[in-house]
């Protein structure tokens, strides 16, 4: 039943094959082009015709040698010959059978091989052989069909094959395999095994092509996508030009679309940013929220993302710097030339964040300024003054008509540069109240462990502070937010005194105002004496606030002259300055002219520094009952009690008669009663006017004094001395009382302004009425 023929041994011209495998019943085209092989065909034309083919192991051996060539091959019948042009031969051949090679007997001018039958062993068909063809007819089926590249006749022509070896010879000589493999399925003797080989590679054949199919789809559906999107994007454009809007528009988005290729910007902004373009691109402008979308895109990319200024971490420089901007100021200086000296150290190190505390005018703000100028950053400043709508410093969602982004990122906007000197002025100003607390925002702005991704509710992508560099400023800490402040370096900046301010005035704040008017040197000079008295008596404060606002009040009036008479030129003296402010506004001296009965001068602190305040008493015919007023707050009256009854407990030995203590009601006022006045430094005040009132002694008007009063007249420590001392020097005081405990507090007075004061240090209140009383009789 084979019709494999019987022969065992021939001899036969050898075609080698390049690439390609000839199986037993397959006819097939060969093109041959080489000389030897040339001459094999010829020679077989002449005999039998037949010839035995068999397959180099590498296509690109041009002249093979017996171990070049696969052993087993198939023997072929030439069925015809067709010269081509340029001498290759075009050969039509059926394989017959397979055979292997014996020997190799001539390699001259074509090759001959002694070859024997490679026989099959066909078994019997039984009924594992059945369910192989079976298998492998149905793989071969749906190769087929998922390939694409068989004609589906040729399924017709394998469904026929009944031999079970002839059949997995034919189905591999359909498939796409590499040589090796084909050679494997020839070599197979077993039938049963060749067919096994046959339904593997099918199987896994199928899988490529499945794979194939996937990355088709995949490829396809993506290209299908972008068309598409191309094609509606050019219908729009046509709609658009019909309705004579497309120009507008696509100039509109085309120029966003530029803008969002130079932000460099990070991938959360960009992903949304582009979804927002391509929402605006879809909306006909007429749309009133065109216009939102429109302004979104335009702010969101006007921030800075990637836009930063290189640091200049000179100390030296930074140091003049400092000394250039402002007069003094040694401490603040130092800690910050310190700081910065950190940061030059450890670049990555998130520090603490600066906040400059101290009364108006004492150059905060512009002591940030010069950080900024110092460091080479940009800077800007936020002033939280009257804050108090989380959403000033967030921002408004979106879905609010009319809504804006926060302030914070308003200011980085601002900035243009993502890593600028940020100063948040006033930060002790803020106030809560229902519409959220914007001190937890604030701390989000400052925290380095959120910052990097602070989110503000307009913008809705998170922006990265984390390269900001924030100072804040306050006129005290007690204001500041406990969690705030408790992140924040504090840096303490007290008041000046009349030096200071002098210097600070000839150095900076007249050249300044000078050049700011538009004004010469020539112009106008300022004798050392005007300055003093604008300081003594046109200006009362801790910093040099409102003596700039007078200097360039003057300067001013000065500019109308040049603007007459290009060569004027003014000199600013004592007797001239009331031509220019007017009257004088603060009397400057002892704060009472003379000595007078019930009538002290204390020393307060205040935010905008010390000050210095006058506590009265008056006695009126009545029942010994206690009156205050001047709104005091609880402490201060119960510290004014204290002091009553210990001058109670000493009416004797202070000299007050009986009639005194009980036939009066006791008044006690404090002047200008528009400031809310509280705390218990004013205890030895309220005590020595009380004693003064009730024993008809005097209290002496160039000693001023504070210290808190316990009931058995101990008198305890008091804060802010410092600014204290420096308000007393202002008032023209020359003596001042103060609590012994507060004597190390005396090493920061400046030295000058000891120099002309005296400090009576007391521990009890028998020595503050020793020093503050005139002796009785001298009144
Ligand atoms: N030590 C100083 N040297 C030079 N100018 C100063 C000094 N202190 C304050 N100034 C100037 O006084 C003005 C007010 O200062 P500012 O920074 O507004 O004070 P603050 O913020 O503390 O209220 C500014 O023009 C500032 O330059
Ligand atoms: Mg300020």
């Excluded at 039998?48 to 696969?70: C, G, H, R, V, W």
């Excluded at 998922?146 to 394998?158: F, Q």
């Excluded at 679309?257 to 979804?275: C, D, G, S, T, V």
Aim: charged share 30%; aromatic share 6%.
């Amino acid at each position: 039943m084979s019709q494999e023929k019987e022969l065992n041994y021939r001899e036969i011209p050898i075609l080698p094959l390049r690439g390609v495998l000839v199986f037993p019943y397959t006819i097939i085209h060969l093109d041959v082009g080489r000389k030897k092989s040339i001459s094999a065909i010829e020679e077989a034309m002449l005999g039998s015709k037949e010839i035995f083919l068999a397959t180099q192991k590498e296509a690109q051996t041009d002249e093979p040698d017996e171990e070049d060539i696969y052993e087993v091959g198939t023997v072929a019948e030439i069925r015809q010959v067709l010269k081509m042009p340029g001498g290759t031969m075009r050969v039509l051949v059926e394989g017959l059978y397979r055979a292997s090679i014996k020997k190799y007997i001539s390699h001259d001018a074509y090759m001959k091989v002694g070859i024997e039958e490679y026989k099959s062993e066909a078994p019997l068909k039984n009924a594992e052989i059945e369910a192989l063809m079976r298998t492998v007819v149905y793989q071969f089926e749906q190769y087929v069909r998922m390939s694409k590249k068989i004609p589906p006749e040729t399924v017709v022509s394998v469904v026929a094959i009944e031999e079970p070896g002839r059949l997995a010879d034919v189905i591999a000589s359909h498939l796409n395999l590499r040589i090796p493999e084909k050679q494997k399925v020839l070599e197979a003797r077993d039938v049963n095994q060749r067919l096994t080989y046959v339904c593997e590679i099918l199987a896994k054949e199928m899988e490529v092509l499945e794979l194939e199919r996937k990355i088709n789809i995949r490829v396809r559906k993506q290209m299908e996508k972008t068309q598409k999107e191309y094609y509606l994007r050019e219908q729009m454009k046509a709609i658009q030009k019909e309705l004579g809007e497309k120009d507008e528009r696509s100039a509109e988005v085309e120029e966003l679309r530029e803008r969002i290729q130079k932000a460099n910007l990070p991938k959360e902004a960009l992903e949304k940013i582009n979804k927002e373009l391509e929402r605006l691109e879809k909306m006909p402008s007429a749309v009133a929220e065109a216009v939102v979308v429109r302004n979104y895109l335009d702010w969101a990319l006007s921030l800075p993302w990637s836009t930063e200024t290189r640091d200049r971490l000179d100390l030296d420089l930074a140091e003049k710097i400092l000394d250039e901007d402002h007069y003094g100021l040694e401490k603040p200086k130092e800690r910050i030339l310190e700081y910065l000296a950190i940061r030059k150290l450890a670049k990555k190190m998130k520090g603490p964040i600066l906040c400059l505390v101290g009364p108006p005018g004492v150059g905060k703000t512009s002591l940030g300024k010069s950080v900024a100028r110092s460091l080479g950053r940009k800077f800007v400043r936020m002033s939280l003054g009257g804050v108090r709508d989380e959403a000033e410093i967030r921002g408004h969602r979106r879905t609010y008509v009319g809504s804006m982004p926060g302030r914070v990122l308003n200011s980085m906007k601002q900035a243009g540069s993502r890593n600028p000197v940020f100063l948040l002025d006033e930060i002790d100003k803020m106030t809560t109240d229902f519409r959220g607390d914007p001190a937890s925002a604030l701390l989000e702005v400052l925290d380095p462990e959120q910052n990097n991704t602070f989110s503000d509710h307009y913008l809705e992508i998170p922006f990265d502070l984390s390269k900001v560099m924030f100072i804040t400023t306050a006129n005290s800490i007690h204001n500041i937010p406990r969690p705030l402040l408790d992140r924040m370096e504090v840096i303490e900046i007290s008041g000046y005194t009349e030096e200071d301010k002098l210097h600070i005035a000839l150095g900076y704040l007249v050249p300044k105002q000078v050049k700011e008017h538009g004004l010469k040197d020539s112009n106008i000079t300022f004798s050392e004496k005007a300055l003093r008295k604008i300081i003594r008596e046109y200006t009362r404060e801790a910093g040099v606030r409102s003596m700039e606002r007078q200097i360039a009040s003057i300067c001013r009036k000065v500019a109308r002259q040049v603007v007459k008479d290009k060569n004027t030129s003014v000199n600013i003296t004592v007797s001239s300055i009331n031509k220019y402010l007017g009257a004088e506004k603060f009397r400057f001296g002892t704060a009472e002219k003379e000595s007078q009965i019930g009538v002290t001068t204390g020393l307060a602190w205040t935010e905008s520094g010390g000050d210095i305040l006058s506590i009265e008493v008056a006695l009126i015919k009545g029942k010994g009952r206690l009156t205050l007023t001047g709104k005091l707050g609880d402490v201060m009256k119960e510290s004014a009690q204290a002091g009553l009854t210990y001058v109670r407990s000493k009416a004797e030995e202070l000299g007050i008669s009986p009639e005194t203590l009980e036939g009066y009601d006791i008044h006690i006022h404090v002047p200008e009663g528009a400031i809310p006045k509280d705390g218990p430094s004013a205890g030895i005040t309220m005590a020595t006017s009380l004693a003064s009132a009730m024993s008809g002694r005097p209290v002496r008007n160039d000693v001023a004094m504070t210290g808190e009063i316990t009931l058995r007249g101990n008198v305890l420590p008091i804060g802010g001395f410092k600014e204290k001392a420096l308000a007393a020097h202002r008032a023209g005081i020359d003596t001042i009382i103060l609590p012994m405990e507060n004597k190390k507090d005396l090493d920061e007075v400046p030295a000058n302004v000891k120099r002309k004061m005296e400090f009576i240090l007391v521990s009890h209140m028998d020595e503050v009425l020793a020093a503050a009383l005139e002796k009785p009789g001298h009144a």
